[in-house]
Nanobody
């Protein structure tokens, strides 16, 4: 099973930016959609963003649209999440995940949801203070 290792989290002020990275050991990285999810304290894990296998299509949760940008480098087996204009409500542990198809996180739902995945990396914590 592919390993996922997230990095780049930290503690920042509202309005700051962070760039998250996720490296995977999976040999099918370039064939699969990749996505980011997050889990805030006391809340369920939720979809944040996804990018299809080629990088030609991206999808975002409404709460991050216009502030976050997902990208990928298939030569490095890495997916990124550029987070700008961070808000306190963005505070969460962020996880990356390999999609079930080339175009979406789930077979029937581009956003997954998170519950369809059994294995996760350790995540990277993002804390945004006001």
């Amino acid at each position: 099973q592919a390993q996922l290792v997230e990095s780049g989290g930290g503690s920042v002020q509202a309005g700051d930016s962070l760039r998250l990275s996720c490296v995977t050991s999976g040999r099918t990285f370039g064939l699969k959609c990749m996505g980011w999810f997050r889990q805030a304290p006391g809340k369920e894990r939720e979809f944040v963003a996804a990018i299809n296998y080629s990088g030609g299509r991206t999808y975002y949760a409404e709460s991050v649209e216009g502030r976050f940008t997902i990208s990928r480098d298939n030569t490095k087996n890495t997916v990124y999440l550029q987070m700008n204009s961070l808000k306190p409500e963005d505070t969460a542990v962020y996880f990356c995940q390999i999609g079930q198809t080339s175009q979406g996180m789930g077979a029937d739902n581009v956003q997954g949801p998170a519950s369809i995945f059994d294995s996760w990396g350790p995540g990277t914590r993002v804390t945004v203070s006001s």
